[in-house]
């Protein structure tokens, strides 16, 4: 069976820190990937979601980049972080075109300090 | 493009009552539509999709939804709210256009609130 692991589960970084969070994917190969935020009292906002190594695509222009050097390892970072890119991070997986939905991992919690 | 709308930002039952979480879509192509469930600090998980076969869906933890196209609608219901059910609830809609990706687009969520 398919299983999505995300990592940290809770993190506190410093106003101008770097960021690395990390997704992977296991029992399942080319999915397509996604990074998602949910600020406090707001609704998922769709960051980046990749269809293959090396491609990424990007929702809306930020402070944030993501990269998938291996097929089924998302990587969300950020040379510098803002007070405003606290919030909860959650990385997801589909299968592709069709009626399948996402998967979702557990998601990381980010406070900037 | 598609869009989904949870009317609703907050609802509260009681303990035993009907549950009702209200969304709307819109879709230039027939959809796929989905339930997620998210409880505090944890990602979202499938509570059930309609994917064009029957039009009642049922799902887990008894939920069940009704895709009523002339309604534009995909409301979420369980006969009798338990404590546990407690959680934020999104609507989510996607096109069918098979292109290799799927994109889901999330509505803005309906906090449930379930009190004795």
């Known amino acids: 069976s398919q299983t999505i692991h995300q990592w940290p589960a809770t993190l506190v970084q410093p106003v101008g820190s770097p960021l690395s969070l990390e997704c992977t994917v296991e029992g399942t190969s080319n999915p397509n990937l996604y990074w998602y935020r949910q600020a406090a009292g707001r609704g998922l906002q769709l960051l980046f979601y990749?269809?293959?190594?090396?491609?990424i695509s990007s929702e809306v222009p930020q402070n944030l980049s993501a990269s998938r050097p291996q097929d089924r390892q998302f990587i969300l970072s950020s040379k510098k972080l803002l007070l405003s890119d606290s919030g909860f991070y959650l990385c997801a997986w589909s299968a592709g075109a069709g009626g399948y939905g996402y998967t979702f991992g557990s998601g990381t919690r980010l406070t900037v300090v | 493009a598609q869009s989904v709308t949870q009317l609703g930002s907050h609802v509260s039952v009681s303990e035993g009552a009907l549950v009702l979480l209200r969304c709307n879509y819109s879709?230039?192509?027939?959809?796929?539509l989905f339930w997620y469930v998210q409880y505090p600090n944890q990602g979202l998980q499938l509570l059930l999709k309609?994917?064009?076969?029957?039009?009642l869906v049922k799902g887990i933890n008894g939920f069940e939804a009704e895709f009523k196209k002339s309604e534009t609608s995909f409301h979420l219901t369980k006969p009798s709210a338990h404590m546990s059910d407690a959680a934020e609830y999104f609507c989510a809609v996607s096109g069918t256009l098979n292109t290799g990706f799927q994109k889901l687009v999330f509505g803005t969520g309906t906090r449930l609130l379930v009190s004795p």
């Open positions: 879709s230039s192509v027939p959809p796929y």
């Open positions: 309609y994917t064009s076969a029957a039009t």
């Open positions: 990749s269809v293959g190594i090396g491609q």
